[in-house]
Antibody, heavy 130, light 107 residues
Framework: QVTLKESGPALVKPTQTLTLTCTFS??????????VSWIRQPPGKALEWLAR???????FYSTSLKSRLTISKDTPKNQVVLKMTNMDPVDTATYYC??????????????????????WGKGTTVTVSS | DIQMTQSPSSLSASVGDRVTFTCRAS??????LNWYQQKPGKPPKLLIY???SVQSGVPSRFSGSGSGTDFTLTISSLQPEDFATYYC?????????FGQGTKLEIK
C-alpha cells in the first residue's frame, strides 16, 4: 500500500523559511521512473504545482516560485523535503505531496509515456502570520 | 508555461444528469491531460490520465476525451457522491499546471 504524509510547522512568520517533509511508504525513489511532486492550495483556491524530484535526482520548479524553492530527497529514509524561503502571508495554504508514476500507452499507433499523480498525502496546513 | 483554463467555473446539476466539464490548454499538449476530483477537506483523487484512461477503481460513469488543446470530462449519470470540484492538469511540459477548477453543485 502506497502512502505519503506531509509534516512541518503549522505556523511560520513572514520572511522565515518553511521546511516541509514528505515521508512515504510502499515505493522507493530509487526505482527508475518514480517521482514525487509538491502541490499547494490556498484556502478556497485552486491547486498550484510547486516542484518535483525524480528518481535520478532531476529537479523541477514552478517558474514563479523557482527562486524560493529547493526540493531534495533522502532515499534511504523515504523522504522528500521542500524548502520555501521568505515566506509571506500569501503562502498560507495546504501543502500536499504526491507520488508521480508513468504508464506507457499507445496513442494513434505510437507509444507514449504518460505521467500522473496517483496517490496523494492528506496535506499539511501552513499559516504565515506574525 | 502552459496555461490551463476550465469552464465553467461552477455548474449546478441534479442526480442522474449527464455533466460535461471542459478544459483548454494554451498550446497543444497531445493527450497529456489528467483529471482530478477534490472534495472539501480532502486531497485530490485521480480520475482520468492520458486524457481518456480511467484510473483503477474509478466508476465507469466517468470518462474523458480530447487531444491537442481541448479536453472534456463527462459524468454519464451523476451520483450524490460526485458533487465536488474537478481539476484538469497537464503533464506535457514542466512546470506542470492545473486549471482553476470547476465546482459541481447540487441543483
Amino acid at each position: 500500500q502506497v502512502t505519503l504524509k506531509e509534516s512541518g510547522p503549522a505556523l511560520v512568520k513572514p520572511t522565515q523559511t518553511l521546511t516541509l517533509t514528505c515521508t512515504f511508504s510502499g515505493f522507493s525513489l530509487s526505482t527508475s521512473g518514480m517521482r514525487v511532486s509538491w502541490i499547494r492550495q490556498p484556502p478556497g483556491k485552486a491547486l498550484e504545482w510547486l516542484a518535483r524530484i525524480d528518481w535520478d535526482d532531476d529537479k523541477f520548479y514552478s517558474t514563479s516560485l523557482k527562486s524560493r524553492l529547493t526540493i531534495s530527497k533522502d532515499t534511504p529514509k523515504n523522504q522528500v523535503v521542500l524548502k520555501m524561503t521568505n515566506m509571506d502571508p500569501v503562502d498560507t495554504a495546504t501543502y500536499y505531496c504526491a507520488r508521480v508514476v508513468g504508464q506507457q500507452l499507445v496513442t494513434e499507433g505510437r507509444y507514449y509515456y504518460y505521467y500522473y499523480m496517483d496517490v496523494w498525502g492528506k496535506g499539511t496546513t501552513v499559516t504565515v502570520s506574525s | 508555461d502552459i496555461q490551463m483554463t476550465q469552464s465553467p467555473s461552477s455548474l449546478s446539476a441534479s442526480v442522474g444528469d449527464r455533466v460535461t466539464f471542459t478544459c483548454r490548454a494554451s498550446q497543444s499538449i497531445g493527450s497529456y491531460l489528467n483529471w482530478y476530483q477534490q472534495k472539501p477537506g480532502k486531497p485530490p483523487k485521480l480520475l482520468i490520465y492520458a486524457a481518456s484512461s480511467v484510473q483503477s477503481g474509478v466508476p465507469s460513469r466517468f470518462s474523458g476525451s480530447g487531444s491537442g488543446t481541448d479536453f472534456t470530462l463527462t459524468i454519464s449519470s451523476l451520483q450524490p457522491e460526485d458533487f465536488a470540484t474537478y481539476y484538469c492538469q497537464q503533464s506535457y511540459g514542466t512546470p506542470r499546471s492545473f486549471g482553476q477548477g470547476t465546482k459541481l453543485e447540487i441543483k
